[in-house]
């Protein structure tokens, strides 16, 4: 075999491992397709898993709202109970019922409910005129003594539930026990007041129902 046979058998080697070489390293790649369908699958992956955690986030700040009007209400419902305790001559009687106390003394003529009336007329720890009311516009509200004219200023009136909540009245009321005292046919036992606060609370479009319930025991011995 001459030598131009021999370099030409050696060219036709060459092209051919050439070419060999060319489609292995034609084939380590991804065609366009396959990368276009990975990028759409990792889009649809990403898109699902921030509309998870949008939806996360969202609901745990309806949550946290939702949690800070019922501490907010939970601080009412701890107010009512604090002035109650220091009270004395509890009346409970219906929205709109007359206030009946002593004009002259301020003091309040008890009387108890069975049936959780939705206001609460009292004195306070220094003898003034307290009055807590479950109120037809779905609040509680609070009438405290006017120290000027005497007797309960009705053109002051206090809504002391948050806006974001709705009473709901048949639901909620004062029960009252052991107001009257034992000298004018009462009983021996220590009064007691039974506070009942049901409603809804709505923050942004989410609304959820609530109960809440706590008894009080005034410290003043009973007459």
Do not use: W
């Not at 380590?28 to 759409?40: N, R």
């Not at 939806?55 to 946290?64: D, F, K, S, T, Y």
């Not at 002391?160 to 029960?175: K, L, W």
């Not at 046919?185 to 039974?194: A, I, L």
């Amino acid at each position: 075999m001459n030598t131009s046979q021999t370099k030409k058998q050696n060219r036709v080697l060459y092209s051919r491992y050439e070419m060999r070489d060319i489609r292995i390293a034609t084939s380590k790649g991804f065609t366009l397709i396959e990368v276009m369908i990975a990028m759409a699958i990792f889009t649809i992956v990403i898109t699902i898993g921030m509309d998870a955690v949008l939806g996360a986030m969202q609901q745990h700040a309806v949550n946290q709202n939702t949690r800070t009007v019922m501490d907010s209400l939970n601080f009412t419902m701890e107010e009512m109970a604090r002035n109650i305790r220091l009270s004395t001559n509890l009346r409970c009687q219906n929205e709109g019922d007359p206030d009946v106390y002593d004009v002259t003394t301020d003091m309040v003529t008890p009387q108890n409910c069975s049936l959780g009336n939705a206001e609460l007329l009292m004195n306070d720890f220094q003898g003034k005129l307290l009055k807590y009311t479950f109120s037809s516009d779905n609040t509680i509200s609070r009438r405290k003594e006017d120290p000027v004219s005497g007797g309960l200023n009705y053109s002051i009136e206090n809504s002391i539930s948050p806006p974001e909540v709705i009473i709901d009245t048949t639901r909620s009321g004062f029960t009252v026990r052991g107001a009257i005292p034992t000298g004018t046919g009462g009983d021996t036992g220590q009064p007691t007041v039974v506070i009942r606060i049901a409603g809804t609370v709505t923050t942004g479009t989410n609304s959820s129902d609530f109960a809440i319930q706590t008894t009080v025991t005034l410290r003043a011995l009973d007459s």
